[in-house]
């Protein structure tokens, strides 16, 4: 990946918060405990920080760059017509837009909300988060 990207856009997923999460508190007690900690442990399994970390140093080393988005919307934007909701996503596998009515693989979705969201980062030095578009912008590119 390193040797024929110079830039690579990520979801700045904090693996220690995801993995703290499952269980909550005695107060606030987890829901679906089960399978979170499953999805805690096929995380903490992948080493998705080790692999971030050596990613990011050989992206550096060869001048290029790793940037890491927040992920929040990133999975429930619509690339088309910029509305956020969680209705978006019909499955796992299906985006198709309560809003405007496109339909697409939603890992597909994901990773063109991710590379915008990153490329907006690394323009503007901004936070990176997926921001649902103004109702004028909406219209203007629904019209198109
Ligand atoms: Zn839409």
């Keep these: 990946m390193a040797k024929n990207h110079s830039?690579?856009?990520?979801?700045?997923l904090k693996v220690s918060n995801m993995s703290a999460s499952a269980g909550g508190t005695k107060e606030s007690p987890g829901k679906n405990v089960?399978?979170?900690?499953?999805?805690?442990r096929s995380i903490l399994d992948q080493g998705w920080y080790s692999f971030f970390?050596?990613?990011?140093?050989?992206?550096?080393?060869?001048?290029?760059?790793?940037?890491?988005v927040d992920p929040r919307n990133t999975s429930r934007t619509c690339p088309r017509c910029g509305f956020v909701s969680?209705?978006?996503r019909k499955s796992q596998a299906?985006?198709?837009c309560i809003g405007c009515g496109y339909r697409s693989n939603a890992d597909e979705v994901g990773a063109?909300?991710?590379l915008r969201a990153g490329q907006a980062r690394l323009a503007c030095a901004m936070s990176g988060a997926v921001r649902p578009l103004s109702a004028g912008t909406r219209r203007d590119l629904l019209q198109h």
Excluded: C
């Design 86 to 88: 969680a209705e978006n």
């Design 53 to 68: 970390h050596m990613l990011s140093y050989k992206l550096e080393r060869g001048g290029g760059k790793l940037i890491k």
């Design 7 to 12: 830039i690579v856009y990520v979801e700045d």
């Design 94 to 96: 299906t985006f198709a």
């Design 34 to 40: 089960r399978q979170k900690s499953g999805l805690n």
């Design 112 to 114: 063109i909300n991710i």
